[in-house]
């Protein structure tokens, strides 16, 4: 490799690199104006660029005219200076070039700027979609900056892994037919096939298998993804993926290698040894914490007076827990002192819409071992000291119990747990709790559509001990999937895929796709799969979130993305999606 050069026509340096070494040297630095500041009969000015800050001194001693230049610059002026570096007497240890300054005996502006409409400092006072439509003026900030240096490593070292793994990387197109994965697809109007359009890709998941089919064995792709689904908090209609198929592989096979892959990104990016990734099915993830990405950070795991195996509620006259179908609660350390108006919080939390649960039972277990609860009047003490025992409380506890649907029910509670989690403090940003969660269902019933629908996608290849269920209880088949959760987060997918026609076929024909339909959208894999296709599967990573997470452990994406777009699928800065030329639209048939 030939060595690296800093130093250009325009500069010897960067203003992160300069340490007493180089006291007495002189040399040339470019920047931006980042602070100003008159102190002694001098100006200071504080010089920025990507790779840190370097304070300059500005003497009307020495040149009187420069000094008065100098004052009159504006926050965000580019400028060239050439200077002598010499040590501080005033260090500033918070910078790593702060024993050092440069003074100045020339300078060129090489650019004015207006004032920005914000400050650029870590912490800034712009709003969200301001910032937005000055991208590139956020994107100078501090944090922002190393949020993207630190995603171009993590590419670096998910590249550097699935190299030495075999893993090639080859491009897929981005004009093609619908791939299905639950979302609505963008399209793309062809001109010279009037009437007709591209699908830009979903994710590269039918190219991706057949380049198994090929023979490429190992496929990898750090890939953009398009999904026009409906608006939620932070979700991009463009991602990025970390997309990955190998041939020749089990579940087993898939997870190791992803295991390894993620262990390796820690290393590197945080220096940190995970310690284990435990896997937990569907059905447990569920049943245990309400939701099939549980945070392992912390317990409280939910527990079941009544469901559809048991009913332990006993002696009670109290008709909500009676009628309902579940009935299950949290038991949480300690938090038997939370004050009426915690409790009533946390009752407005679970009431409130995206929630949905019709109202909160709270039973607090004081330490003297007396029991004060939000159903005193219908319940008995020692009945509650009973449920007590099945939520695994103790004194000093608080129990938090929902009545309703089991579905919902269980999402309030794991929506509920979550919430606790954050409130004492029991998810921490350093703690890092990997998961497997295997075994998810094959299909799920679309009651509006009145039809089964692939959990993960069509292609994805059931539990062997499942075959016969496939047409005659779907809702019990087993996939072979597998999602890895990160505190909380899903941050990767995928299955061992099916990979012969007849049983493509067969999923098809339980998704409701008749012979014909399924050979008009499908031909080409269902073609390809008799010619020799090998068993094969894979996963993909969210990558947009998969940095989120390893870099700032947050499940917000947009501070990681260089140009997102905002909460209705727009780029404020450009001001996309636009009308077009009414020419063009006529030329496409539109
Ligand atoms: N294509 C799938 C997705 O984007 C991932 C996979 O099955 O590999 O979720």
């Known amino acids: 490799m030939p060595p690296k050069v800093h130093s250009t026509t325009y500069r010897t340096h960067t203003c992160g690199e300069l340490r007493l070494s180089h006291a007495a040297t002189t040399v040339t ?36 005219t420069l000094a008065e230049q100098a004052e009159r610059l ?25 024993d050092v300054e440069v003074l100045v005996t020339r300078m060129q502006v090489l650019n004015a700027s207006r004032t920005p409409p914000f400050t650029l400092e870590d912490q800034t006072d712009g709003g969200e979609e301001l910032r937005m439509k000055f991208r590139y003026l956020d994107l100078r900030r501090r944090p922002l900056q190393q949020h993207l240096l630190q995603r171009h490593q993590v590419a670096r070292a998910v590249r550097e892994y699935l190299d030495g793994q075999g893993f090639v990387d080859i491009e897929t197109p981005h004009l093609i037919k619908s791939t299905p994965e639950g979302a609505r697809d963008f399209v793309v109007p062809s001109r010279l096939n009037p009437g007709q359009f591209y699908a830009l890709p979903q994710s590269p998941q039918t190219f991706k298998q057949l380049l198994m089919v090929s023979g490429f064995d190992r496929y990898y792709q750090i890939v953009r993804c398009f999904r026009d689904e409906d608006l939620r908090q932070d979700r991009q209609p463009e991602f990025t993926q970390i997309d990955c198929e190998m041939a020749f592989v089990g579940r087993e096979d898939v997870l190791q290698m992803f295991e390894h892959m993620v262990r390796h990104v820690f290393r590197r990016i945080r220096n940190l040894e995970l310690t284990e990734f435990p896997r937990m099915s569907y059905a447990e993830a569920i049943r245990t914490y309400g939701t099939d990405k549980p945070d392992l950070r912390f317990g409280m795991t939910l527990h079941y007076l009544k469901d559809e195996y048991a009913n332990l509620l006993g002696e009670h006259h109290f008709s909500v827990l009676d009628q309902a179908e579940v009935v299950a609660g949290i038991s949480v350390p300690g938090a038997a002192s939370f004050t009426r108006k915690q409790l009533d919080e946390l009752t407005e939390f679970v009431r409130r819409p995206q929630i949905g649960a019709g109202g909160l039972i709270t039973i607090r277990w004081q330490e003297d071992g007396s029991l004060k609860s939000s159903i005193d009047k219908y319940i008995a ?16 506890d608080l129990m938090l119990l929902i009545a309703g649907p089991a579905s919902n029910t269980r999402r309030a509670l794991s929506e509920l747990r979550l919430e606790l989690g954050r409130r004492l403090g029991l998810r921490s940003a350093d703690d890092f709790r990997p998961l497997w969660v295997v075994d998810f269902p094959l299909l799920e019933y679309d009651a509006e559509q009145q039809r089964w629908a692939a959990m993960h996608h069509p292609f994805t290849s059931w539990h062997p001990d499942d075959d016969a269920l496939l047409e005659s209880d779907p809702a019990r ?27 493509q076929m067969r999923m098809f024909r339980r998704l409701g796709l008749s012979e014909q339909e399924a050979e008009q959208k499908f031909g080409f894999i269902l073609n390809a799969f008799e010619y020799g296709a090998p068993p094969h599967g894979g996963i993909a990573f969210g990558f947009d979130r998969f940095c989120s997470m390893i870099i700032a452990n947050q499940e917000g994406i947009r501070d990681f993305i260089a140009f997102p777009k905002n909460n209705m699928g727009r780029d404020v ?16 048939g539109l």
């Open 477 to 503: 088949v087993r996939a072979n999937a597998y999602d890895l959760v990160l505190n909380g987060v899903e941050i990767g997918g995928g299955s061992v895929r099916i990979h012969n026609r007849t049983d």
């Open 29 to 64: 630095l470019c920047g931006w104006v980042f602070r100003i500041r008159p102190f002694g009969g001098m100006t200071f000015i504080d010089l920025r660029d990507r790779y840190g800050i370097t304070q300059l001194v500005f003497n009307p001693q020495t040149d009187a």
């Open 381 to 396: 003490a020692d009945t509650l000291l009973r449920y007590a025992e099945v939520l695994r409380a103790r004194p000093g």
């Open 74 to 98: 504006g926050r965000e002026y580019i400028i060239q200076v050439t200077g002598q570096v010499v040590e501080r007497s005033n260090k500033n240890p918070a910078l790593p070039t702060g």
């Open 573 to 588: 800065m450009l001001d996309a999606p636009s009308d077009i030329d009414p020419e063009l639209k006529k030329e496409l």
